[in-house]
């Protein structure tokens, strides 16, 4: 079975643009988590959606949304980026709930300067 | 609130000696705990989980860890550290009452020495 995949895996973005990534959970899990990580801050919970729903939300501006399609794959969107969303954004899938295992993916690295 | 604290950064040991990676945990419930570990330059992969059944719990590649009410902890341990065992460790506790909401530590990094 695949695991969790996402793309891209490297982007370079100036301030003030705005980026999309994209996450595809393992075959059959419904839900799917993201998180930042910075050496700063560590690993911190963005959002989760389950059946095309947002469930869950971290403490984060609004800049930060996401959504998820009827075949369970997901993305977020940034908007008018900052120097501090330069990080490791992190996508989970688990088969029902958050409260199962949760697989992650190798991670979108973003740079903004 | 429920938290997690990692209590050390960096840990360093050397091939085949002990490994314990502490982990002290806040919750005003019984809590759901686990160790995920993460190499470089990839996602993270669960070690193990409590979720109060046994209170020694085993994972992946030789780790365990021990549930500790009275002491508020969930360290975990490894008998020999092999190379491969270097990568940052981080303790999580899930928060039900905020939907299952995962709380990382701020993690410890272990490097092994041949």
């Known amino acids: 079975k695949a695991g969790v995949t996402q793309t891209p895996r490297y982007l370079i973005k100036t301030r003030g643009q705005q980026v999309t990534l994209s996450c595809s959970p393992i075959?059959?899990?419904?839900?799917v988590s993201w998180y930042q990580q910075t050496p700063g801050q560590g690993l911190q919970f963005l959002f989760e959606?389950?059946?095309?729903?947002?469930?869950n939300k971290g403490n984060f501006p609004g800049r930060f949304s996401g959504r998820q399609f009827s075949n369970s794959r997901s993305e977020m969107n940034v908007s008018t980026l900052e120097l501090g969303d330069s990080a490791l954004y992190l996508c989970?899938?688990?088969?029902?709930?958050?409260?199962?295992?949760?697989?992650f993916g190798p991670g979108t690295r973003l740079t903004v300067l | 609130a429920q938290s997690v604290t990692q209590l050390d950064s960096h840990v360093s040991v050397s091939e085949g000696t002990p490994v314990l990676l502490r982990c002290n945990y806040s919750?005003?419930?019984?809590?759901?705990l686990f160790w995920y570990v993460q190499h470089p330059n990839k996602g993270l992969q669960l070690l193990l989980k409590?979720?109060?059944?046994?209170?020694l719990v085993k994972g992946i590649n030789g780790f365990e860890a021990e549930f500790k009410k009275s002491e508020t902890s969930f360290h975990l341990t490894k008998p020999s550290a092999h190379m491969s065992d270097a990568a940052e460790y981080f303790c999580v506790v899930i928060l039900y009452n905020q939907g299952g909401k995962l709380i990382f530590g701020q993690g410890t990094e272990l490097s092994v020495k041949p």
């Open positions: 989970a899938s688990s088969r029902d709930t958050s409260y199962n295992e949760q697989f």
């Open positions: 919750s005003s419930y019984s809590p759901s």
């Open positions: 075959s059959g899990h419904r839900s």
């Open positions: 409590y979720t109060s059944a046994a209170t």
């Open positions: 959606y389950f059946s095309e729903t947002q469930r």
